[in-house]
């Protein structure tokens, strides 16, 4: 083989070298973009199902806030309307409009012949009653407006921990 010839294959051996790298250049190159494409789509999914479920748990909690809130109204609304009745309650023990009285128990021991078989619901005729001083009654009702209002405060919680808890 002459130096020339030795050349050209040489030469020719580097050009189809060079083809075949660029071949496979051509190639990888449309495998790489194919496989952005795929990756494309796959975080589009992602992104799509993502923002799905934010939706959805937006809607959830936007529920359950609105119905927290119309509990709060309803407990602030019990609350008031108890505080009120108690004032009014209060207000005619005050004025003696209203008195409060306890049914008196036959005693044996006492002599005293008062039925212990209570009547009907209602005013009892033929029982013996005694009438509390008004300052006690006011005591009285200011016992029963605490508990009136720890029992309104309980409702609301357990309300509360109904809508939260799955």
């Given at each position: 083989?002459?130096?020339?010839?030795?050349?050209?294959s040489?030469?020719?051996?580097?050009?189809?070298?060079?083809?075949?790298?660029?071949v496979q250049?051509?190639?990888?190159?449309k495998?790489?973009?194919?496989?952005?494409?795929?990756?494309?789509?796959d975080?589009?999914?992602?992104?799509?199902?993502?923002?799905?479920?934010t939706?959805?748990e937006?809607?959830?909690?936007?529920a359950?806030?609105?119905?927290?809130?119309?509990q709060?109204?309803?407990?602030?609304?019990?609350l008031?309307?108890?505080?009120?009745?108690?004032?009014l309650?209060?207000?005619?023990?005050?004025?003696?409009?209203?008195?409060l009285?306890?049914?008196?128990?036959?005693?044996?021991a006492?002599?005293?012949?008062?039925?212990?078989?209570?009547?009907?619901?209602?005013?009892?005729?033929?029982?013996?009653?005694?009438?509390?001083?008004?300052?006690?009654?006011?005591?009285?009702?200011g016992?029963?407006d605490a508990g009136?209002?720890?029992?309104?405060?309980?409702?609301?919680?357990?309300?509360?921990i109904?809508?939260?808890?799955?």
């Amino acid at each position: 083989m002459t130096p020339v010839q030795k050349l050209a294959s040489l030469v020719l051996m580097a050009v189809a070298a060079g083809a075949a790298w660029q071949v496979q250049d051509w190639r990888m190159g449309k495998r790489l973009a194919e496989q952005a494409g795929l990756h494309q789509e796959d975080l589009a999914a992602i992104t799509k199902a993502a923002s799905a479920q934010t939706r959805a748990e937006q809607k959830k909690r936007l529920a359950i806030e609105q119905d927290l809130a119309a509990q709060d109204q309803q407990h602030v609304r019990e609350l008031s309307d108890a505080k009120r009745n108690q004032a009014l309650l209060r207000d005619r023990l005050a004025t003696a409009d209203v008195r409060l009285s306890v049914l008196l128990v036959e005693d044996p021991a006492s002599g005293c012949n008062v039925p212990t078989a209570a009547g009907a619901v209602g005013v009892v005729h033929a029982a013996r009653r005694a009438q509390l001083d008004p300052a006690h009654a006011q005591r009285i009702i200011g016992i029963t407006d605490a508990g009136d209002q720890g029992l309104i405060a309980l409702r609301a919680c357990q309300a509360y921990i109904r809508t939260i808890a799955p």
